[in-house]
């Protein structure tokens, strides 16, 4: 098993590459069929984010480790519009589409670490990490 795949985000059927691929990531690392299925959600909304408004992009899963833990870390990057208003972006209910705005939030409470790096014009990173508890 690698300890890094890339995947491009250009369609749908990229999206469910990367759910697939960080799935198996953290099958590797014991994490729970709820920790596999939290992480898959989180990587569907940030993939489906590229789709939507940038376009293309791309997924990076990483195995990582840090005081005794291991887990993936997923950096989610586009060279799209960028997020205006990071702070309105990150409330629940807030959306520049047809969604229910629930996407970035509900993300980082899917997750152990969410960051955020964006600027209108030049693109945005999200940088997520599921920690197992096995």
Known sequence: MPDEVRVAIRSDADVVTARQEARTMGASLGFSSTDLTLLATAISEVAR??????????VQLRLVSAGGREGIEVIAADEGPGIADVELAMQDGYTTGNGLGLGLPGTR??????????????????????????
């Not at 984010?49 to 791309?58: L, P, S």
């Not at 990173?125 to 096995?134: D, E, F």
């Open 49 to 58: 984010n590229i789709t939507t408004y940038a376009g293309e992009g791309e």
């Open 109 to 134: 409470r899917l997750v152990d670490d969410f960051e955020l790096r964006t600027a209108p014009g030049a693109g945005t990173t999200i940088r997520l990490v599921k920690w197992s508890r096995a």
